[in-house]
């Protein structure tokens, strides 16, 4: 199991569309680490860390976002592995 961490930046109709709350399940369903916070732009961020099969399988749902969001760009950025975090949070 190759670990990998992903930097995702979500641009769209993606806030107050319970996109967060979607990728905080979805991640955990994944056994995925890390986080997803709204930007003050009107993007949502997120980092993934995990597997990077499970990762790619979460960019693939990112691009389809929760069922009211409409997504018009995932912008993805790899980075080291850090594993400091132990599960996925909402961040505020």
Same mark, same amino acid.
């Given at each position: $199991?190759? &670990?990998?961490?992903?930097?995702?930046?979500? #641009?769209?109709?993606?806030?107050?569309?319970?996109?967060?709350?979607? &990728?905080?399940?979805?991640?955990? @369903? %994944?056994?995925?680490?890390?986080?997803?916070? +709204? $930007?003050?732009?009107?993007?949502?961020?997120?980092?993934? @860390?995990?597997?990077?099969?499970?990762?790619?399988? $979460? %960019?693939?749902?990112? +691009?389809?976002? #929760?069922?009211?969001?409409?997504?018009?760009?995932?912008?993805?950025?790899?980075?080291?592995?850090? #594993?400091?975090?132990? #599960?996925?949070?909402?961040?505020?």
């Amino acid at each position: $199991m190759a &670990t990998a961490r992903a930097h995702v930046f979500i #641009s769209g109709r993606v806030q107050g569309v319970f996109f967060r709350a979607y &990728t905080r399940d979805k991640a955990l @369903e %994944l056994g995925l680490r890390g986080w997803v916070r +709204n $930007m003050p732009d009107g993007r949502v961020e997120a980092v993934f @860390e995990g597997d990077r099969g499970r990762i790619e399988e $979460m %960019l693939k749902w990112c +691009n389809e976002g #929760s069922p009211y969001a409409r997504v018009e760009d995932v912008e993805v950025h790899w980075e080291e592995p850090r #594993s400091d975090m132990r #599960s996925f949070e909402i961040r505020y």
